[in-house]
């Protein structure tokens, strides 16, 4: 099956040639070209990031106030157990959010959503290991280069709303629905 990496469209370009007169003309010349997916950008990235952080934080928090009266408070007092009830927490927010939508709420709000190679929503079991992923210490820097660490690990690709449809179509799977009609 045909994925976003294999992509080839049809693109004109235009070179100078003498005509029979010895004019210079412009001739159209056609060939096939690598349509490379349009993925996400750095400021738009670091944006959503952002959100998600904030989402993140709010989820720790409401998770720390229900475990305070249900009396089980004191696993937030030892360091490890914070930091590894933290880290299932954001890797448990991005889970969640991405096998059931397709997207988080950062990137839901800036239009933006995770496709596989094929364009299409990834399966599970790559959407666990692009969650894990963030609790890589320093992962976050890895966005500032072309595709984080967790797009590159779990071969995914952060893409508009409308590439995703873009790519679909030219792969031959786009399907109509709702929600195109009110983008």
């Known amino acids: ?56 934080y709010i989820l720790a928090f409401l998770i720390g106030i229900i475990s ?26 991005y889970f969640i959010l991405e096998v059931s939508i397709g997207t988080t709420l950062g990137k839901l709000m800036l239009g933006y959503t995770v496709i596989d190679k094929y364009a299409e929503k990834p399966k599970a079991g790559a ?11 320093f992962e976050a820097f890895s ?11 779990s071969n995914t690709y952060v893409v508009k709303n409308s590439e995703k449809r873009e790519l679909q179509k030219l792969l031959g799977t786009f399907t109509s629905s709702k929600e195109d009609i009110l983008d």
């Open 1 to 56: 099956m045909k994925t976003i990496e294999d992509l080839k469209v049809e693109k004109t370009t235009y070179k100078n040639e003498k005509d029979e007169n010895g004019n210079t003309v412009k001739v159209p010349v056609t060939k096939m070209v690598v349509r490379t997916p349009e993925i996400v950008e750095k400021g738009p990235r670091f944006g959503y990031y952002l959100i998600d952080l904030v989402f993140v």
């Open 68 to 93: 305070a009266f249900a009396g089980v408070f004191e696993i937030w007092e030892d360091p490890l157990m914070s930091r590894l009830l933290g880290a299932l927490i954001l890797v448990g927010y």
């Open 127 to 137: 959407l666990l290991g692009r969650s894990f992923a963030r609790a890589v210490p």
């Open 143 to 153: 966005c500032f280069s072309e595709r984080g660490w967790h797009d590159k690990w």
